[in-house]
């Protein structure tokens, strides 16, 4: 079992950067892939970014694509969402995830565990 814990959200202006941390406990973070979901008030939850075991390999929402990067450091079991030039429709709350297959990585039903979330906001 792992317990996240997301942090480093906040109020940004559009254009702005943030960058989100999730921190893990355990000894086998390593074992889990690690996707970033974000949800706005009135919507479904979605997809934002994913990445691999061992970070070979990574996956990006076609709305954040270019402008976010998520990585991870297995050392500190810690993994990261680093956003640039946001834009006020990136508001939400955001939440880390951990699965132990990397199956459909898009999809939140495949991930097992869950942060608290952390709020994104991007003023106009």
């Known amino acids: 079992q792992v317990q996240l814990v997301e942090s480093g959200g906040g109020l940004v202006q559009a254009g702005g950067s943030l960058r989100l941390s999730c921190a893990a406990s355990g000894r086998t973070f390593s074992s889990y892939v690690m996707g970033w979901f974000r949800q706005a008030p009135g919507e479904e939850r979605e997809f934002v970014a994913a990445i691999s075991w061992n970070g070979g390999s990574t996956y990006y929402a076609d709305s954040v694509k270019g402008r976010s990067t998520i990585s991870r450091n297995n050392a500190k079991n810690t993994a990261y969402l680093q956003m640039n030039t946001l834009k006020p429709e990136d508001t939400a709350v955001y939440y880390c995830?951990?699965?132990?297959?990397?199956?459909?990585?898009?999809?939140?039903?495949?991930?097992?565990?869950w942060g608290q979330g952390t709020q994104v906001t991007v003023s106009s």
């Open positions: 995830a951990a699965d132990r297959n990397w199956g459909n990585a898009m999809a939140p039903g495949e991930y097992d565990y």
